[in-house]
């Protein structure tokens, strides 16, 4: 090949490299390389010569593998050889971690030549990193907020202060900590340690003996004493057993905690209501494997303020209908503050997604592949946060209804598509059987709300096996009912269906906050109608509402 000197080989000739047509290679966006089967390069395109700033004149000649940086020469080497003895073509990826830049590198051989192409896909594998981060936020939310609202059962449950406070302890144990512990300043200055639990118990007998010995003071530079004093949060990622002796300063209390509980991390939170220390929330690490991190201490302190809140109605037992207000009070801010972050994060994916659907051609598919992902934890975390506004909403007696003019039926047959997804995914065929029209007076998006609430629950604990919706209507009421072929509800289990934070199933299996079907019941009733359920282990459950054509006069 001969290039005028100071010219780039774009110019030179459209048939060169011994006969070779390169006016396609010169129009291709990614780097190409026409080499010898020893490696010397015969030709290279301006999408080359761009990626390492020389000209064609400076490249061909040159040994390919020794153009390129030391991390990948050896690599690139050993495939360029391997492609030239046996003819298989070979695609490898390469991260060029001094820049933080990914390529792709594909090789072929034809024609007694090999061809070596190279494209740079840096931004899909940005956006994917983008994408994997938002996933696991997500996944991280969820649990949270499916935590909280487990929290909010707990600390609603009662108003007796130290049963409130060991109940918390359990539920943060093995969750959030190996080991949880609530102390309340007492008005003598001393503290008392109301409650403590642990995954080993033979340590919680050690805790207990180790703070006998050593009482918190509320003067201490550290520890639970501090946080009852300030009222600030303290926290200490990692606390190395193996630095004790090389820390001076570090105080006696510290090394004998490291030494008798084995203490590697500890988030310490205080119990706060109206501008007052209630108590101290104390989270530990002893097993070594688990990290906090900072979102670990804004979950703590959430729930450190939901106890407080608990521990101040305690105060109020006596005033049990103001205490049942504030509950109320509660989920609905929690709900709310739940959505915000929602909204915030579904708007970014939804964003991301409008991106990746501009550049499809170059987006891979697993990272669509995780948009859906992503979306999909989306919508099962905002059915928990419109659970919980449905709450505030009933239990403050403000669910109204908008009643119009309605067929069952065909708002049944408009809905079903919605879970095509969902119903193939979980294997389960559905079968309708509805009557022409089923029509009543009552409020569509309510009785929509119903629908979805039982169809979801069929395929969540009907997975594998067929449902059957069936809409029908006579001259005073109309009804809609939903079976399902899955485990199966025991007789003496069923009365507890419709209440509030209530689940028959294994939450590991089964999600949710046990919400769904108590608002189905306050709707239905709202509605002047009735749901009632037949079931039996083994052999599926089916639902039924029914409702009257025309609400009762007033």
């Known amino acids: 090949m001969t290039s005028t000197p100071g010219v780039s080989n774009v110019a030179a000739s459209n048939v060169d490299v011994e006969g070779l047509d390169t006016v396609l290679w010169d129009q291709l966006p990614e780097s190409v390389a026409i080499c010898t089967a020893q490696g010397v390069c015969h030709y290279v395109n301006p999408a080359m010569e ?252 959430d729930l450190a303020r939901r106890a407080a809140t608990s521990l101040d109605n305690g105060r109020l037992y006596t005033e049990a209908q103001e205490a049942v207000r504030a509950r109320d009070s509660f989920l609905s801010v929690a709900s709310h503050e739940l959505n915000t972050p929602l909204t915030s994060l579904t708007l970014n994916v939804q964003a991301l997604r409008r991106q990746l659907e501009a550049t499809a051609d170059k987006a891979p598919e697993s990272v669509s592949n995780k948009v859906v992902a992503v979306q999909r934890q989306l919508s099962r975390l905002s059915s928990l946060v419109r659970e919980l506004l449905d709450v505030s909403r009933i239990t403050a007696g403000k669910l109204r209804l908008e009643r119009e003019d309605m067929d069952l039926a065909a708002l049944t047959r408009e809905l079903l598509p919605r879970y095509a997804e969902e119903l193939s995914r979980a294997g389960c065929a559905l079968r309708l059987e509805a009557s022409e029209t089923a029509t009543g007076h009552w409020d569509k998006l309510r009785v929509e709300q119903v629908f979805q609430n039982l169809l979801s629950n069929a395929i969540k604990y009907g997975r594998g096996h067929p449902i059957d919706v069936r ?74 509402v029914e409702l009257p054509r025309l609400p009762p006069a007033r």
């Not at 069923?494 to 689940?503: A, I, M, S, V």
Request: hydrophobic residues 40%.
């Open 50 to 301: 761009r990626v390492f700033g020389s000209l064609g004149t400076e490249l061909v000649g040159g040994v390919l593998w020794e153009l390129y940086p030391d991390v990948l020469r050896q690599e690139l080497q050993e495939r360029f050889q391997r492609v030239a003895a046996t003819g298989e073509p070979e695609e490898f990826e390469w991260h060029f971690m001094a820049r933080e830049r990914w390529f792709v590198l594909r090789l072929f051989r034809g024609h007694g030549r090999v061809y070596v192409f190279a494209s740079e896909n840096t931004a899909e594998k940005k956006q994917e990193a983008i994408l994997r981060g938002l996933y696991d936020e997500t996944r991280r939310a969820q649990r949270h907020a499916a935590f909280l609202a487990q929290a909010s059962e707990v600390l609603a449950s009662s108003l007796e202060h130290d049963e409130i406070l060991q109940r918390l302890t359990f539920l943060a144990v093995p969750p959030l900590a190996d080991g949880c512990i609530v102390d309340v300043p007492m008005p003598d200055g001393r503290v008392r340690r109301v409650a403590i639990t642990h995954v080993r118990t033979e340590l919680v007998e050690r805790a207990r003996a180790y703070h006998e010995r050593y009482p918190i003071r509320l003067d201490a530079t550290h520890g639970v004493g501090k946080v009852l004093r300030t009222g600030t949060t303290e926290f200490v990622p990692e606390l190395r057993q193996d630095a004790a002796g090389g820390q001076a300063r570090m105080e006696e209390v510290r090394r004998q905690a490291m030494m008798e509980l084995g203490v590697t991390a500890y988030i310490i939170v205080p119990l706060m209501s109206r501008g007052r220390v209630l108590g101290a929330l104390s989270l530990v690490n002893t097993e070594g494997g688990r990290r906090y991190t900072h979102a670990d201490v804004r979950l703590a302190e």
């Open 471 to 544: 809409v029908g209507a006579d001259s005073e009421r109309a009804w809609l009912s939903v079976a399902d072929g899955g485990m199966g509800i025991a007789q003496e289990a069923q009365p507890r269906l419709f209440q509030r934070f209530e689940r028959l199933a294994s939450e590991r299996h089964y999600g949710g906050l046990g919400l769904g079907l108590w608002i189905v019941r306050q709707i239905v009733d709202a509605m002047d109608g009735r749901i009632h359920v037949r079931s039996a282990p083994g052999q599926g459950s089916t639902f039924t």
